[in-house]
């Protein structure tokens, strides 16, 4: 016996309101990508509440969304996104590109706070000219922590801390085993100034 399909979405708001609070997180972010219809419904139910991501910014723009709730993150990585939680999905994700999807999670749970954004500059290929991206997607979002790991990049680094807010708290973890060398401490130093 072949089963028949139900439209879920055909529901009264009310029942379809409780279906989407049975829903886990990662179920509400999948079904947030299937239609503008879903994506606004995820939005409007706002089931989860006080969501401050974690965002983690490394090679080109691959970057990993991390949710300080729930136990479970995303990495967006040449139009695929790996769910990790309970289960790890990976799925292709073509109707995305890096900003586009970065606007998507900020969208559906009403992001207002990020908790820290965290920059990898250790592998040498963070892309400085994505940044503006960045920038635009988190505009108006406050931000409590800036994490940058960095071997000797201390350029690059001065033009990442001089583009966010001189309140944020900074964590600067140098990734390379020998110690800098005196002259680019004092370059360290007067980019902290």
Excluded at 65 to 71: H, K, N, R
Aim: charged fraction near 20%; include cysteine; aromatic fraction near 12%.
């Amino acid at each position: 016996m072949a089963a028949s399909s139900f439209p879920l979405l055909n529901l009264p708001k009310k029942n379809l309101k409780k279906v989407f609070c049975n829903m886990s997180e990662n179920e509400q972010v999948r079904i947030s990508m299937v239609s503008k219809k879903t994506k606004e419904l995820v939005r409007e139910f706002h089931i989860l509440k006080n969501i401050r991501p974690r965002l983690a910014f490394y090679d080109s723009i691959g970057y990993i969304v991390a949710l300080s709730s729930v136990g479970s993150f995303y990495l967006f990585k040449n139009e695929n996104i790996a769910e990790y939680a309970e289960l790890d999905i990976k799925f292709s994700a073509p109707h995305f590109d890096a900003k586009s999807w970065l606007k998507h999670f900020l969208y559906i749970f009403h992001v207002s706070e990020i908790n820290t954004i965290a920059f990898n500059l250790s592998d040498g290929r963070f892309d400085y000219l994505r940044l503006p991206m960045v920038q635009e997607c988190l505009n108006n979002l406050n931000i409590s922590n800036l994490s940058i790991d960095f071997t000797t990049q201390i350029p690059l680094m001065m033009k990442l801390i001089s583009v966010f807010p001189p309140n944020i708290k900074l964590r600067l973890r140098q990734t390379f085993p020998e110690p800098l060398e005196p002259s680019r401490l004092f370059e360290l130093r007067d980019c902290l100034n």
